[in-house]
Antibody, heavy 127, light 112 residues
């Protein structure tokens, strides 16, 4: 059974780099055709899509984070990662990893239906 | 960026009674393929979100049939035919038509 589990830096100071990893068990993240994403939730607030990466390594980022964000796949360890540099207090949130379904509709590619989620990891940015 | 607006913000419900949540998109989510790119999620207290519906009305595995998703274009509705105590939590819609993928602000369902 597929499972996702986040791990990484929990407490950061402003300007540092946030590094998170999502370990995927029960299948190959580069061979089974799914895409892999990150979603975050600030304390007491709603959900925000951070970005995702296709099984071939193509990345899609939230423009609000572009320039600071890198999402990557590592097929050898069956993990995908998030790196967010120059963090501020606004990056404080629970970060979730999730699986998305990619599908071609006509000539257009879409990513939808996050059907597997990790348990979430809390990231706090404070001086 | 497509803006998603949900209503109501809060929904007190009586067990056994029906409930509905509205989600409106700032532009049409209907693709020429005929699919609406709209997901619904439920985040139960203290848990990660879980998928309820994708593509507007495709029920996810394990979701009870008392839940239904409908709508097209810019207006969508999640309905619960008979609310049960385990249905409490925050419901989110999310558009998947274009990046950035965007969520509605959430609707908190609680038992009266």
């Amino acid at each position: 059974q597929r499972q996702l589990r986040e791990s990484g830096s929990g407490l950061l100071k402003p300007s540092q780099t946030l590094s998170l990893t999502c370990a995927v068990s029960g299948g190959s993240i580069t061979n089974d055709g799914f895409s892999w994403g990150w979603i975050r939730q600030p304390p007491g607030k709603g959900l925000e899509w951070v970005g995702h990466v296709s099984h071939r390594g193509t990345t899609y980022y939230n423009p609000s984070l572009r320039g600071r964000l890198i999402i990557s796949l590592d097929g050898s360890t069956n993990q995908f990662s998030l790196s967010l540099r120059s963090v501020t207090a606004a990056d404080t949130a629970i970060y979730y990893c999730a699986r998305l379904t990619p599908e071609l509709f006509g000539e257009d590619y879409f990513f939808y239906g996050m059907d597997l989620w990790g348990q979430g990891t809390t990231v706090t940015v404070s001086s | 960026e497509i803006v998603m607006t949900q209503s109501p913000l809060s929904l007190p419900v009586t067990p056994g009674e029906p409930a509905s949540i509205s989600c409106r998109a700032s532009q049409s989510l209907l693709h020429r393929s005929g699919y609406n790119f709209l997901d619904w999620y439920l985040q139960k207290p203290g848990q990660s979100p879980q998928l309820l519906f994708s593509l507007g009305s495709n029920r996810a595995s394990g979701v009870p049939d008392r839940f239904s998703g409908s709508g097209s274009g810019t207006d969508f509705t999640l309905r619960i035919s008979r609310v049960e105590a385990e249905d409490v939590g925050v419901y989110y819609c999310m558009q998947t038509l274009q990046t950035p993928l965007t969520f509605g602000g959430g609707t908190k369902v609680e038992i009266k």
